[in-house]
């Protein structure tokens, strides 16, 4: 009986911290690290560092969100739903953390680091508050952009290519669009007001892709000067992306499939800047 209780509160606590998001963050940061060049042995310690401070945050999102969740009926939210208090959650949070803010100096060293505790302090910022305003927005831009500092500082403590926090911010802001321009009514109804919620689908949609088009713009001339041949490859597969995806929204009768190209041509440019990063841009 109380095993099955155990795995009743581990399943819960695995669903409260955003199993997706969280393991595609921390796969995208490590692909990028070892791109950069990151020794194997150094991997380990990145990705306990960056799992947990993603662990922090899914916990605190749905902390915070337990009551508004409540309300709107959402049987996929454990803390919603009573399978474990929010009070656990704020204290789980807590301690990832604070584990993930040493860890942090400690693998990557204090300007490296210092870098990722910035990217923490604005995902806890959009828990907390911003994720209702019309800054959500620029949670993701701080957040994704402090990525390539994070791990070039901690490296070698060499800056990042300017183009490679330029790309990270707008697929970062491109994607948080896209995530929230689908819910636009569900948010709006339930009192939220993000970005997305202020400007309107049509508005959202335009600004998703302007910001992408920027982006893989950025990522295709990084990729035509890079060494070799596997950055100009990178390059094209960012341009037939884009226009793939730019086709699909267009084309597509159904109205959330607009915001899930733009999620597909995001999730190609995270893929293509790892491989354009590998080959020498």
């Not at 940061?29 to 380990?44: E, F, H, K, S, T």
């Not at 990705?47 to 662990?55: K, R, T």
């Not at 088009?213 to 992306?241: D, E, I, K, R, S």
């Amino acid at each position: 009986m109380r095993h099955t209780a155990v795995m009743s509160i581990g399943r819960a606590l695995v669903r409260a911290c955003h199993p997706v998001p969280t393991v595609a963050v921390t796969g995208f940061i490590l692909a990028l690290a070892w791109a950069l060049g990151w020794p194997a042995a150094r991997l380990v310690g990145l990705a306990v560092v960056v799992l947990i401070g993603q662990l922090s945050v899914g916990w605190s999102n749905d902390a915070h969100d337990a009551d508004l969740d409540r309300v709107s009926a959402r049987l996929d939210k454990p803390a919603a739903t009573g399978q474990v208090r929010t009070g656990v959650l704020w204290v789980l949070a807590a301690i990832m953390l604070a584990g993930s803010v040493v860890g942090s100096w400690w693998v990557a060293g204090w300007l490296g680091g210092t870098f990722h505790i910035v990217a923490l302090v604005a995902a806890w910022a959009y828990n907390l508050g911003l994720s209702r305003t019309v800054w959500s927005g620029a949670a993701y831009l701080v957040a994704f952009g402090c990525v390539p500092a994070f791990l070039a500082y901690g490296l070698d403590g060499q800056p990042p290519a300017w183009w490679l926090v330029l790309v990270a911010a707008m697929i970062g802001l491109s994607g948080h669009l896209a995530n929230a321009g689908g819910d636009i009514q569900a948010d709006a109804e339930a009192g939220q007001g993000g970005l997305a919620v202020r400007l309107g689908a049509r508005s959202s949609f335009t600004l998703c892709w302007t910001v992408l088009a920027f982006a893989c713009t950025l990522l295709a001339a990084a990729g035509f000067t890079g060494q070799g041949w596997a950055g100009p490859v990178g390059a094209v597969v960012v341009l037939a992306g884009f226009v793939a995806g730019l086709t699909w929204s267009k084309v597509s009768g159904r109205p959330r499939d607009p915001f899930h190209a733009v999620l597909a041509v995001t999730a190609v440019d995270l893929l293509a800047l790892i491989w354009v990063v590998r080959s020498g841009a």
